[in-house]
């Protein structure tokens, strides 16, 4: 296992903090205008592979060896995990789940980060107050999983079970990234290959999916595009880039508070500019699963972003 990197300077990780709370809490809403004309897997495709380009363009240009050092299999692995699966059955699943409740459904991963952590990678037990936590978060999923057909008037349970399983996949892929040692120096390199296999994939399921038939390039709207740019300048590039580089500074848990905040943006935007029904049930469901994942996340008496590496080590 590689030595543990030094800390860097408390402003940066707010920073970065800062990009994947605000950023990752728009794309709800840039996916949904993005798969309005334009198919699901088939954006997610276009969206990694052109981040993924754009990336290795200005890798290239930055330094001569750009890859040096990359976990190739480690970053495809992580790739298929986080930005094929974890992000493409999401997209898929937006076709019939408003982009709220999809936000508040995502926000179950620091649970199963915590349980998969566990069970599967560190063994750390979790603290009495972080399984009532854990208790409270999954029961309020449970509610909104059951309440969405009402709030949307089309969901079906297949589109609640992708997303369920994208969670999976992204808290899964989350760890083992986590656990690869990436030293910071070689984040970006290890993104932009995490991108390209999660481009792929989605090109792949593009195909099974027989989207590639179905799409009408006269028929995509500006909107779409636009909506598809701001998810591969900001969604991909930016945001993944500091999710990656976070993980090599503080333990998945802490990083995994950005699905904290993803769903009050993503509901706010979801009722401003898609007109979408936020109902009393569902911010009664959302304030049970925010309360829930704050006690997981922070279960002792102070909130602290400072902790020993050897706590942390995965």
């Known amino acids: 296992m590689n030595p543990a990197p030094p800390a860097a300077p408390l402003a940066k990780i707010i920073a970065a903090f800062a990009g994947i709370y605000v950023i990752w809490g728009t794309t709800y809403l840039a996916i949904a205008l993005s798969i309005r ?7 997610g495709a276009v969206r990694f ?9 200005w890798l290239q240009w930055r330094t001569s060896k750009p890859f040096d050092g990359v976990d190739w299999k480690r970053a495809a692995l992580c790739g298929v995990l986080l930005t094929g699966f974890g992000n493409g059955l999401v997209v898929w699943a937006q076709q019939g789940v408003p982009s709220g409740i999809a936000a508040l459904l995502v926000a179950a991963i620091p649970i199963f980060i915590l349980a998969m952590e566990y069970f599967f990678f560190a063994g750390r037990r979790p603290t009495p107050r972080s399984l009532l936590g854990m208790l409270i978060a999954l029961v309020s999923v ?3 999983v059951a309440y969405t057909h009402d709030l949307s008037g089309t969901a079906k349970p297949i589109y609640v079970a992708a997303i369920l399983l994208a969670v999976l996949s992204w808290s899964f892929g989350t760890l083992l990234q986590r656990q690869s040692g990436i030293l910071p120096q070689r984040v970006l390199g290890f993104t932009c290959v995490q991108i390209l296999f999660g481009g792929l994939l989605q090109f792949g399921l593009a195909l099974l999916n027989t989207e590639w038939r179905q799409l009408d390039v006269a028929a995509i709207s500006l909107t779409s595009l636009l909506a598809v740019l701001y998810l591969i300048v900001f ?6 880039s500091a ?9 998945p848990q802490k990083v995994a508070t950005y699905a904290l905040v993803n769903p009050v943006v993503a509901l706010l935007l979801g009722a401003l500019v898609l007109g979408e029904k936020v109902t009393p049930a569902a911010a009664f469901a959302a304030f049970g699963v925010l309360l829930g994942v704050g006690l ?4 002792g008496s102070r909130i602290t972003w400072r902790f020993s590496r050897s706590n942390e080590a995965a």
């Open 296 to 299: 997981v996340l922070f279960p």
């Open 142 to 144: 449970v509610a909104i």
């Open 49 to 57: 592979l052109v981040a993924a380009l754009l990336m290795f363009c």
């Open 235 to 240: 969604g991909s590039i930016l945001a993944l």
């Open 37 to 43: 004309t334009l198919p699901p897997f088939t954006s």
């Open 243 to 251: 999710y990656s580089w976070l993980l090599t500074q503080v333990a």
